[in-house]
Every structure is written in structure tokens, then in C-alpha cells.
């Protein structure tokens, strides 16, 4: 059988180096972390290295903050064209929809905006809050949610929050393709950031924690790739 | 209209190879832009070659691409799909009454003999509908029956087929691939194109089969269209 696996760039410096090159087109991929790891940045990243090379990127925001705000902190950070705004990457505020619609009502929304726009990358920020609207269904929801996201042939990287000293949201973690964790440590006085990849389908992965940071030109960056 | 340019392009290719009596043609395509170059490729088709196409499923469920044709204003109404994969994708959407479903893409190679591309007729009976008694043949995608298949098989198939398209002047098939990723099953279906097309990150650029060869990647849409939405 021929099934060499194509890939395309996390845009997080160090990253494609831990995973074979890259994330595996198609795939969803969980990023998890608590409150302040840098998950949206991580997001924000991938979109941006995805419109840099031309593809078209759709940035879904759930629950967690309205668009403009969400913008108006990440606008900070050099990697962020302005000029990718409503063009290659389009921004899309599902939190209305997820508070009025059942799953299947979510679910064709998100259809019919991925057919229309047919996207190379998908960013669904934060989905754990969507398990608060949607109950009994949630697991159901999920399935059906990552078996599309697959069929419309892309890579999408759903943000899951956690609690502290969660390592990733369980009912998550079970349909997707790959797991990257960003966390923190207290290490002393100091706390430490780390991204791990716990899992990544049909990928040989670097194991075990990795220091990063997080600057200004390059959103996270894992420190072993700079020395 | 959607990639109006691109439709253009590609609508006049297939006219011409159609006043030459040329009915393969092959498009190469980044991988990625695979759904988009499929899209354009069939409103092409349906525009210029005629509505009764059949449209052969392999890499995802059909209703992926009915979907995009629906929201892309396309009408497919007397199109037939062949789904090889939905009975084994946990997808639950497979009401479309023009469909025939196969039970896994491993049953790829045999579907001339099963099949001789059967479909049901928008009245819900089944006919024989044969290669030569439709407007086009489109197979999405052509890789994905080597992820199924052995090469030679897949090869074998693919052979088969494309003589008796060949051999039928009324007939006309597209496939499009990732010449990067797949470069022996392209250079395999090149030798039995009529035509070549390359689409890189869905921006259009024919290619004389002569100079295929030397023939770099298409330009990334930073230096022109491609990438973006043309609405």
C-alpha cells in the first residue's frame, strides 16, 4: 500500500521537529492547557504560518471571548498580519449558535461555513465550553464532530481549557488524532512553561517535556530549537 | 460565481480536447487543495460535458462533495455517486437517492465486473449506466485506492479504465493528484492522459505534455490568486 502521510507546518518554531515534520493533513489535533499557557496564541500561530503559504484558515470562536477582543490582545504579536484579516484567515463567532442550537444544529452550521469557505486550517477556540450546552449528547458530538473535520480534508486544532493539574480533557483526548499539552510548572520560585506531545497518529514523536517560550515575534517557541 | 477564472480556464480545455476527440485528462494539484481543484473540476464538467456524470467516492463520503456543490450553486441533480467509503467512514448522512454504495474501497478494482458503474435513476429504480452512456467519469481520489489497494492492482484498474475511455470517443474522464506526493501513479497516468493541468494550490495552468518535465510548482497565491476566495 502507498499512504505516505502528508504534512503541513505547526508554524511554532521547534514543534515540526518534535513530529516528523509537521501535523498530518488531514487531522484534528487537541491543544490543551490551562488558563494562560498560550493555547490561543498556539492557534493563532498555526493560522497565521497556514495563510503565510497561501491557505485559506477559518478561526471559529466559541464561548471564551468575543472576536475583538481576542484580536485586539493577539494583535500584539509580530507574526500577525493584518492583511490576512478577512481574506486568508476569517473569523467566525459561533458562541450565539452554541447557546441557541442542539448538536446537530451546531454541527451543519459549521458545514455549511467550512463548505462555503473550503479551508485548508480550522481553529475551534475553546471547544470544552460547547460539553456545557450540549450535556448527554457531548461524546456523540465529538465523534461526529471530528469525523467531519476529517472529511472536509484540513487540519484543525480544537483548544481545550483545563483545570489545573488536568492534563487534557478526557472525553477529547479519545477522538482526536494528536494531543499537544502546554503547561506550567512551579519550579522553585520560578514557573516554567512546557509543550509535550502526548499523542500524534501515524507520527514518530519526541516524548516528554519541552521547555518553551513565549515571545512577541514568534508566539511559543520550543527552546531546544534555538540552541 | 466561485473560481470563475479557474472555471473558464478549465471549461476551455475540455472544449478543445472534445474537438479533438481527447477524453482524459489529467490535473495536477498541491494535496491540499485536492476538494477545491475536485470542485472546479466538476462544474467544469457538468457545464461543458453535460448533468449525467458519475462521480466515484473513494477518499471521503459523497455528500462532502454534494454539500460543496450545493453551497457552491452547482446543480448535480442527474449526477450519480458511487461511495466506496461512507460504510466504513461512522458517517450517518447516505440519503442521496442517486447512490450506490460499495461496501469498502477495497472493492475498487472490481467494480467493473460488480458494478459496470450501476446507479439508480432519479426515480429511485436502477439502471446500467455504462462509462460511454455518461458525460464524464470523475474519481475522488485517484491516491486513495492505493491506500486500499495493492499498486499493481490500483494500477491495474486504472489502466483498465483509462483504455476504455480511451476506446470510447463519447466517454471523458478528469482525475486529479498530487504529481509531489504521488509522482509514479502521476507519471503512470500522465503517459495515459490526452491532456495535462496543473492547479497547483488551485490557480490554473495547462501544461504541454511536452514540457511537463521541466515544469516547476505552481506560484503560491501570495503571488497572485489561488488561495483566496473568489466570492
Given at each position: 500500500m502507498n499512504d505516505a502521510i502528508i504534512r503541513r507546518s505547526?508554524?511554532?518554531?521547534?514543534l515540526d521537529e518534535m513530529i516528523s515534520g509537521g501535523f498530518p493533513f488531514p487531522s484534528v489535533l487537541l491543544v490543551a492547557g490551562s488558563a494562560g499557557t498560550g493555547k490561543t496564541t498556539f492557534a493563532q500561530k498555526f493560522l497565521f504560518e497556514g495563510a503565510k503559504n497561501g491557505e485559506q484558515c477559518i478561526f471559529f470562536t466559541t464561548l471564551s471571548e468575543p472576536t475583538q477582543w481576542m484580536l485586539r490582545f493577539s494583535s500584539q504579536f509580530e507574526f500577525v498580519d493584518p492583511e490576512y484579516f478577512g481574506r486568508e484567515i476569517i473569523y467566525i463567532d459561533i458562541g450565539h449558535d452554541i447557546r441557541e442550537s442542539g448538536p446537530h444544529e451546531i454541527l451543519d452550521i459549521l458545514d455549511e461555513k467550512i463548505a462555503a469557505i473550503m479551508p485548508q486550517r480550522i481553529v475551534i477556540d475553546p471547544i470544552t465550553v460547547v460539553c456545557d450546552f450540549i450535556e448527554n449528547n457531548y461524546r456523540t458530538f465529538l465523534f461526529d464532530l471530528v469525523t467531519r473535520l476529517k472529511n472536509w480534508d484540513c487540519v484543525t486544532v480544537l483548544t481545550g481549557e483545563v483545570a489545573?493539574?488536568?492534563?487534557?480533557p478526557p472525553e477529547i483526548a479519545h477522538a482526536v488524532d494528536g494531543i499537544v499539552l502546554l503547561m506550567y510548572t512551579h519550579e522553585g520560585e520560578e514557573r516554567r512553561k512546557y509543550i509535550e506531545v502526548l499523542k500524534m497518529r501515524g507520527t514518530n514523536h519526541v516524548t516528554g517535556k519541552q521547555s518553551i517560550d513565549i515571545t512577541t515575534e514568534e508566539g511559543i517557541v520550543v527552546l531546544k530549537s534555538k540552541f | 460565481m466561485v473560481y470563475e477564472t479557474e472555471v473558464i480556464a478549465m471549461r476551455d480545455v475540455i472544449s478543445q480536447m472534445m474537438k479533438t476527440s481527447q477524453n482524459r485528462l489529467l490535473v495536477n494539484t498541491d494535496r491540499v487543495y485536492l476538494a477545491k481543484t475536485n470542485l472546479i473540476t466538476l462544474k467544469s464538467l457538468l457545464e461543458?460535458?453535460?448533468?449525467?456524470g458519475i462521480f466515484l467516492s473513494i477518499n471521503r463520503p459523497y455528500h462532502y462533495m454534494a454539500h460543496l456543490l450545493r453551497i457552491h450553486k452547482v446543480d448535480y441533480e442527474e449526477m450519480l455517486f458511487i461511495d466506496a467509503v461512507s460504510k466504513i467512514?461512522?458517517?450517518?448522512?447516505?440519503?442521496?437517492?442517486?447512490t450506490t454504495f460499495l461496501?469498502?474501497?477495497?472493492q475498487i478494482p472490481k467494480i467493473f465486473e460488480d458494478l459496470q458503474l450501476i446507479g439508480k435513476t432519479p426515480d429511485g429504480s436502477t439502471s446500467i449506466i455504462k462509462i460511454i452512456e455518461s458525460d464524464f467519469v470523475v474519481i475522488d481520489d485517484i491516491s486513495a485506492i492505493f491506500h486500499y489497494n495493492e499498486l499493481g492492482t490500483g494500477k491495474r484498474f486504472l489502466k483498465e479504465f483509462l483504455d476504455a475511455v480511451a476506446s470510447n470517443p463519447k466517454s471523458f474522464t478528469a482525475f486529479a493528484i498530487d504529481r509531489e506526493t504521488q509522482r509514479d501513479v502521476y507519471e503512470f497516468l500522465a503517459d495515459s492522459s490526452d491532456r495535462l493541468v496543473d492547479m497547483g494550490n488551485a490557480a490554473f495552468m495547462e501544461v504541454p505534455k511536452e514540457l511537463e518535465e521541466e515544469h516547476a510548482p505552481m506560484a503560491r497565491p501570495s503571488d497572485g490568486e489561488g488561495g483566496m476566495i473568489h466570492e
Open positions: 505547526s508554524g511554532t518554531p521547534g489545573p493539574g488536568q492534563l487534557y | 461543458e460535458r453535460g448533468p449525467r467512514s461512522g458517517e450517518r448522512k447516505m440519503e442521496w437517492k442517486q461496501d469498502s474501497p477495497f
